[in-house]
């Protein structure tokens, strides 16, 4: 079992609704990671947050908003989301970002966008 | 180059047989380089990872060989199982605005016949 633990573990959206994939981790890491993948393709970072601030966005389009409300739970809101945005969304955690560790990730949330 | 090139695509392997994936690198920035596996409808899992001022590192049936000069490295699966058939995709990390970063390639879809 996974100790990354994201919700849900599916979910379709319309273009013109907002939904928000959560991520919960009780490992006492402080760094905490988003990624989207798509079919057939590796993960590609999207947001790293190291205690709890933003640390990097890479250049993610603003209809994904992140949030980090606690060193524990990381939330990524949606809005207004393409087709394209269809993918798996991954959440990954490690102990500090500002070293080099390992990234545990959990099993991702299946989105699609109608 | 933010890239990790990753070969082969697909890999067709015996049981009993030795499975080897190699990945290539051009930014010497990278400093830390992991193999993730990841099965249908899972997570990335952290297999191995290993420091560029080490040539290799086994771990079970594991092993990670480091050439530091040709910027490459791989993968060998000893005594390759049914059970290893997964996605396995390489990666490598550097550490940028306080945080770090992970690049993947391309992935490999490894499968082993009974």
Redesign the interface.
């Known amino acids: 079992d ?1 100790e ?1 633990t994201q919700t849900p573990k599916h979910l379709v959206m319309g273009m013109t609704n907002k939904k928000s994939l959560k991520c919960e981790q009780h490992m006492g890491h402080r ?1 905490m ?1 988003w990624y989207k993948q798509k079919a ?6 999207m947001f ?1 947050y ?1 205690y709890e601030k933003l ?2 966005n890479e250049s993610v389009p603003s209809r994904f908003s992140p949030e980090c409300p606690n060193s524990s739970l990381l939330n990524l809101h949606l809005h207004a989301l393409q087709p394209e945005d269809s993918a798996l969304y ?1 959440c ?1 955690s ?1 102990q500090d ?12 949330t299946r989105l699609s966008i109608l | 180059q933010q890239q990790v090139k990753q070969s082969p695509q697909s890999l067709i392997v015996q049981k009993g047989g030795i499975s080897i994936i190699n990945c290539a690198y051009e930014n010497t920035a990278f400093d830390y380089f992991p193999w993730y596996q990841q099965f249908p409808g899972k997570g990335p899992a952290l297999l191995i990872a290993i420091r560029p001022d080490v040539s290799e590192k086994k771990e079970g049936r594991f092993t990670i060989s480091f050439n530091k000069s040709a910027k490459q490295f791989s993968l060998h699966i000893m005594d390759s199982q049914p059970g290893d058939s997964a996605t396995y995709f390489c990666a490598a990390s550097f550490l940028i605005q306080g945080a770090q970063k992970l690049v993947f390639g391309q992935g490999t879809r490894l499968t082993i016949n009974p």
């Open positions: 996974t990354v760094a990671y057939k393709k590796p993960p590609e970072l790293v190291s640390s990097i991954l990954a490690s970002s500002r070293f080099h560790q390992p990234q545990h990730f959990g099993d991702g």
